[in-house]
């Protein structure tokens, strides 16, 4: 099994910028795919980044230029760094990962954005 533990939420002012961690531990062999997920109140759960174990990315459209995903396979730490932030990104982000066909979600971090 794989444990995911998010950090780095908090409160910021809009246009400023933060960046969200997530340590994964457990066996954390052979997980190819990772990502961030984030919900608001109100509305469902939606994709934000993915990595790849090639760093291969993709980005929703509302959050393209403005956030970078990325890993650090040495520290088992992904990362997603987060500027120009708009209230409209205020939410619950997740931790993601898929190994051996089975899902891993952490247990959320909140990103409030004041105008």
């Known amino acids: 099994q794989v444990q995911l533990v998010e950090s780095g939420g908090g409160l910021v002012q809009a246009g400023g910028s933060l960046r969200l961690s997530c340590a994964a531990s457990?066996?954390?062999?052979?997980?190819?795919?990772m990502g961030w997920y984030r919900q608001a109140p109100g509305k469902q759960r939606e994709l934000v980044a993915t990595i790849t174990s090639g760093d291969s990315t993709n980005y929703a459209d509302s959050v393209k230029g403005r956030f970078t995903i990325a890993r650090d396979n040495a520290k088992n730490t992904m990362y997603l760094q987060m500027n120009n932030l708009k209230p409209e990104d205020t939410a619950v982000y997740y931790c993601?990962?898929?190994?051996?066909?089975?899902?891993?979600w952490g247990q959320g971090t909140q990103v409030t954005v004041s105008s």
């Open positions: 457990g066996i954390i062999v052979s997980i190819n795919y």
């Open positions: 993601y990962c898929r190994r051996t066909n089975r899902d891993y």
